[in-house]
């Protein structure tokens, strides 16, 4: 049982890359990535990141082993509805109706977990294709796994929603 004391650069660096991959329509289902495997993916961008390096993504999404072990462990709970294991994810991520999505960070909080993990608030603002933004909030836990990370569990809700 030990803290992890880089917890907010993990997060901050964790919240930088998961919302452009989001963002991105090309990219965002690289997000899933960060669902399925013990997520070597996750720890070799943050040292991407800390070392100022410029790293190729697909390169270290194809290193990446998959891991039932750890899918099975991943959960998302969005709007309500709870997703279990990476392939619910990715499907729901798949699915998606919209074109265009933008995130607007505001406020990124983090706290070290006793085993080593991040627990990670991120609030902000998102517009989806063209209308009008809405205020969200999404709770993440990254779980640690060896010199690695996953995203063990996930929050997602908006905080205000369009009046009809």
């Known amino acids: ?33 960060f669902y399925k ?6 720890q070799q961008l943050l040292s991407c990141l800390a070392d100022a390096v410029l790293c190729d993504l697909d390169e270290k999404i194809t290193q990446c082993k998959r891991t039932d072990r750890y899918a099975k462990e991943s959960l998302m709970t969005v709007e309500g509805l ?6 619910q994810i990715l499907q729901t991520i798949q699915n998606l109706s919209f074109k265009k999505i933008h995130h607007m960070i505001t406020v990124v909080d983090a706290q070290p977990t006793i085993d080593g993990g991040v627990l990670i608030c991120v609030m902000g603002r998102l517009k989806i294709d063209d209308g009008s933004p809405f205020s969200f909030s999404q709770v993440f836990v990254l779980k640690a796994v060896g010199n690695s990370f996953f995203v063990e569990n996930e929050i997602f809700r908006l905080s205000e929603l369009k009046s009809p």
Not at 3 to 30: G, H, K, M
Not at 82 to 87: H, K
């Open 1 to 33: 049982m030990s803290l992890n004391l880089q917890f907010e650069n993990i997060a901050n660096s964790f919240v930088q890359e998961y919302y452009t991959l989001l963002d991105s329509p090309e990219n965002r289902t690289r997000v899933a990535h």
């Open 82 to 87: 709870r997703l279990e294991g990476a392939s």
């Open 37 to 42: 495997t013990s997520c070597r993916l996750l």
